[in-house]
């Protein structure tokens, strides 16, 4: 699976953001997905996961309320909406596959990783 994330920019604190990130394959539904960051100096955490129907999500406690993840399976694409953004959330955002049907937040185990897309939020 090859991932392309896109729909990163610069955006000033309260405003908005969405975030596509498009797979290659006919397997996409196989796949759960899940979006992660990293801002400088700091490790990749989780922000948002999603099980292979979308029936299941899963959020950090930071990102809860304000941003919310989705799938189009016929679209191979996963994306990110993101509201009521803050300058804390400035980072690279990362999506990435992981095999079997159910999210996790580990990022160990998410198999495929996409080059990641730059998210700033000025205050």
């Known amino acids: 699976v090859q991932l392309q994330a896109s729909g990163g920019g610069l955006v000033q604190a309260g405003g908005s953001l969405r975030l596509s990130c498009a797979a290659s394959?006919?397997?996409?539904?196989?796949?759960?997905m899940g979006w992660f960051r990293q801002a400088p100096g700091k490790e990749r955490e989780f922000v948002a996961a999603?099980?292979?129907?979308?029936?299941?999500?899963y959020y950090a406690d930071s990102v809860k309320g304000r941003f919310t993840i989705s799938r189009d399976n016929a679209e191979n694409t996963v994306y990110l909406q993101m509201n009521s953004l803050k300058p804390e959330d400035t980072a690279v955002y990362y999506c990435?596959?992981?095999?079997?049907?159910?999210?996790?937040?580990?990022?160990?185990?998410?198999?495929?990783w996409g080059q990641g897309t730059q998210v700033t939020v000025s205050s």
């Open positions: 394959g006919r397997t996409f539904s196989s796949y759960a």
């Open positions: 990435a596959a992981k095999k079997g049907h159910r999210a996790v937040v580990s990022p160990w185990s998410y198999d495929y």
């Open positions: 999603i099980s292979w129907s979308g029936g299941s999500t």
